[in-house]
């Protein structure tokens, strides 16, 4: 069974910075995508940005590009979502995803999720 579990979310001041991690377990962590998503008060959830299995694809939605960054270690099965300078509005419920394409982009080509985690940033 695949699980993804999530950490690292909490309150912050604007300009800030945390970060969030992701612990993959029951696949090969090396051979899947890890996409970052979130939803954010009275929105749908959407895609955030996503770092490719081999790490040498990363794509960035333009409101977040420049300040957050997403990396793994596949040696921890792990995936991180870096974010610095936080702005009110990106106040939201942070979802990890794991998919087994090579580049995703859609909420439909991720066929695991974690269970979110809340970051909260105060102005």
Known sequence: QVQL?????????AGGSLRLSCVVSGRNFSAITIGWFRQ???????FIGTNSWNGRSQ???D???GRFTISRDNARNTG???????????????????S???????EHQYDYWGQ???????S
């Open 100 to 106: 087994g394409l090579a580049l995703a982009l859609r």
């Open 40 to 46: 954010r008060p009275g929105n749908e959830r959407g």
């Open 63 to 65: 409101d977040v590009k």
């Open 116 to 122: 979110g985690t809340q970051v909260t940033v105060s």
């Open 5 to 13: 579990v999530e950490s690292g979310g909490g309150l912050v001041q």
């Open 59 to 61: 794509l960035y939605i």
């Open 80 to 98: 991180y979502l870096q974010m610095n300078n936080l702005k009110p509005g990106d106040t939201a419920a942070y979802y990890c995803a794991a």
